[in-house]
């Protein structure tokens, strides 16, 4: 628990630590005209300085005595990486494969691996859900979806 | 133009049928995205952003405001049948509302919370209408130091009332405020931060960030988990009419929630959420029968979910009148103005008189369409709960990416939105508080504008925000907001609002 905590301040310090050195290649100006490196400069001290705050706190704050779960049930790490990833992948291939293709691809691969559903209800799932939203986003709503190499 | 010509304004445009149309749409997606539990406002109203873009102004921010305030509405239908939040501001319905479903009282205690909702989302409204003109024209005599020291203000106050550590939330407003200043310089032209990265120019979009935190963050908590089969109240729910006894239990606490929720809900970092909670330990302190909350206590129902739908009403007075949002959702609905070329704060109502008491009548006329939707459709709702969420998460996660696409029609809004995602869902894990840190996104050009306008006007000295009797008491404020923790903790004596309530975590 107070693991993670430490982990919060030491990502804040070292997110600080970033922003002042690259600060540093920005003009500041002065205090009377200041330039474009000096908020983020001064924000990114004050980060650091509540960084160092809140290690401070973790390390005084006694833990009590009975813990809360946030949540119940057996975790599942994986169905996080591999959605996280294939969210990815959809993001850097829309513009190639098209919004049609990449979204069945997606769906065939989210309804399957991470929802576990039964082959039929995938296939099914996948198509009727992509034309569907084609038909609502595209046809109706005039959003400008990507046709990719194939164009369709 | 005097009120009453201004809510005659108000009301032949929201009547208008587009504008009637846009604002059943709103509300029924509203109530829809709140059944569900796994959605949000924050997200749905990010998805659906884009689509927007086609419509008029008008119509497009009274279907932002009525998805908004249906899902109030909507996350306690969840609640009381699932003992599962729809939305965060209903995680203290599940306490009372589903123990009085569990005792068969399902339908009254649906009814009250409907019925306490139409009341309080109609007083917010009538207050709105009758507090937004005045708060507006003394918006209008604030410069840049006030509009400094307020959002200074504001940030303490959003810290002060984070459901988590003050420190924690500041920091992930320095977070905010840093990735504000990725982008051009809007006084100098100066590239920061942006690495010679195009897209990087006009600064990363609050849209796939906050799609990105709120919408995939959430699903992929969800998914970390094995998640069973929901149970949906089976029995066949009837008497949605609340008794005599009921209403008699009921209205003081919807009063008191009204009030409450409207108010806490003008303060940033307040909004529905907060309310439904201080509601619910105020009731339990005013109550003769303490001992029953937890147990089916129809006050416990009737005040928060009062509250929660004044809260929502509240949060349009900062946006409508200062041009600050309270809360995420109505940094996405600033963001819908903007994008729609107006100006949020005191010059909407007198540069754009039609879209102010548009948006605001159209409110009446939503909480009328929300009471219909919500006590005659229950059935529906409760068959869209069945849904089962192996099948819903793709959906969701399909709407955010296109919603995303859409912004810019690039994939870097994709990439982005998914790189927040699991951010969002890392800063769960940690127990760090997203909604500073999009917040800080929204006010953070304002804040270096008026910082750097002030300094200038001062010649570089800090005393300017001393001088100005608005912003000397609002830096008073956030300074003796910021002591009062320090304070507390140096004592060893840390308290937390959240002391009155049960400490499940809901989050």
């Known amino acids: 628990m107070k693991r993670i905590e430490y982990i919060g301040s030491l990502i804040g310090l070292v997110i600080a630590a970033i ?79 098209g919004f049609i293709l990449s979204t069945i691809f997606l769906l065939l691969f989210l309804f399957r691996f991470m929802g576990r559903q039964k082959w039929w209800v995938v296939f099914t799932g996948s198509f009727l859900v992509t034309l569907i939203s084609h038909a609502i986003f595209k046809l109706a709503l005039k959003v400008q979806l990507p046709a990719g190499i194939f164009k369709i | 133009m005097d009120l009453w010509n201004s809510v005659l304004l108000g009301f032949s445009i929201s ?34 952003l884009p689509a927007t873009f086609k419509m008029s102004p008008i119509s497009g921010i009274i279907m932002l405001a009525g998805i908004y305030y249906g899902a109030m509405y909507g996350g306690s239908t969840t609640s009381i049948l699932v003992n599962i939040p729809g939305e965060a501001a209903s995680v203290v319905t599940c306490l009372d509302g ?50 400094f020291s307020l959002v200074i203000l504001g940030f303490t106050l959003l810290a002060y009332l984070a459901h988590g550590s003050m420190i924690k939330a500041l920091m992930m407003a320095c977070i905010g405020l840093i990735m504000a200043c990725i982008g051009l310089d809007f006084i100098s032209g100066f590239e920061r931060f942006t690495y010679g990265i195009a897209t990087l120019e006009d600064g990363i979009g609050l849209v796939p960030v906050a799609m990105g935190v709120f919408g995939i963050g959430e699903v992929l908590i969800n998914l970390e988990e094995s998640i069973g089969k929901r149970e949906v109240f089976k029995a066949k729910i009837s008497n949605l009419l609340p008794s ?31 309310a439904s909670f201080t509601s619910y330990a105020v009731e339990k302190r005013f109550s003769k029968h303490p001992q029953e909350f937890g147990q089916g206590a129809i006050e416990g129902v009737a005040g928060p979910e009062a509250a929660n739908n004044a809260g929502a009403g509240g949060n349009f007075i900062p ?44 409110m009446y006329l939503g909480n009328i369409m929300l009471l219909i939707l919500n006590l005659p459709l229950i059935g529906i ?117 959240a002391a009155e309530l049960p400490k499940e975590d809901h989050s």
């Not at chain 1, 946030?70 to 992948?89: H, P, Y």
């Not at chain 2, 109530?31 to 998805?47: D, E, K």
């Not at chain 2, 005599?141 to 006030?146: A, K, R």
């Not at chain 2, 009921?246 to 970092?269: E, T």
């Open chain 2, 381 to 497: 709702w409760i068959r869209v709960l069945r849904i089962p969420y192996p099948f819903l998460f793709p959906l969701i996660l399909l709407f955010c990416l296109i919603g995303s696409y859409s912004i810019g029609n690039n994939k870097f809004d994709v990439l982005i939105m998914s790189l927040f995602g699991v951010i969002g869902y890392l800063l769960r894990k940690i127990r760090f508080e997203a909604a500073p840190m999009l917040l800080a996104m929204v006010l953070g050009p304002m804040l270096e504008d008026a910082l750097r306008q002030s300094l200038i006007m001062s010649g570089g000295s800090f005393t300017i925000f001393l001088v100005r009797p608005f912003s000397l008491a609002f830096i008073g404020l956030a300074a003796i907001l910021t002591a009062f923790p320090i304070i507390k903790w140096i004592l060893g004596k840390k308290t937390r609002l």
């Open chain 2, 244 to 274: 005599l006894k009921d209403w008699k239990d009921s209205l003081l606490p919807i009063i008191r929630g009204s009030v409450l929720g409207f108010f806490l809900g003008i303060l940033p970092g307040g909004g529905a959420v907060i």
């Open chain 2, 15 to 48: 009547l208008e049928p587009i504008n009637l149309f846009y604002c059943f749409m709103g509300v029924l997606m509203g109530t829809l995205i709140g059944v569900l539990p796994g959605i949000g406002p924050v997200a749905t109203i990010s998805i659906l």
């Open chain 1, 19 to 97: 922003v002042i050195w690259q600060s540093f290649l920005i003009p500041m100006g002065s205090i009377g005209k200041p330039g474009p490196g000096f908020m983020p400069f001064w924000v990114a001290v004050i980060l650091a300085l509540l960084s160092g705050f809140s290690w401070i706190e973790t390390r005084t704050r006694k833990l009590p005595a009975v813990q809360v779960q946030s949540r119940v049930g057996e975790r599942q790490w994986s169905n996080v990486i591999w959605t996280a990833a294939s969210l990815l992948a959809y993001g850097f291939l829309i513009e190639i494969l």
């Open chain 2, 98 to 147: 589903y123990q009085m479903a569990r005792k068969g009282r399902a339908g009254p205690a649906l009814g009250i919370s409907a019925f306490g909702s139409f009341i309080a989302g109609t007083f917010a409204v009538v207050a709105l209408t009758l507090l937004a003109p005045p708060l507006a024209e003394v918006a209008l005599q604030l410069g840049p130091p006030e509009y």
């Open chain 2, 319 to 362: 946006l409508m009148t200062l041009g600050i949002p309270a809360n995420p959702v109505m940094a996405l609905m600033m963001g819908a103005l903007v994008i729609h070329g107006l100006q949020p704060g005191p010059l909407l109502l007198s540069q754009n008189p039609d879209v102010f008491w548009g948006v605001i009548v159209s």
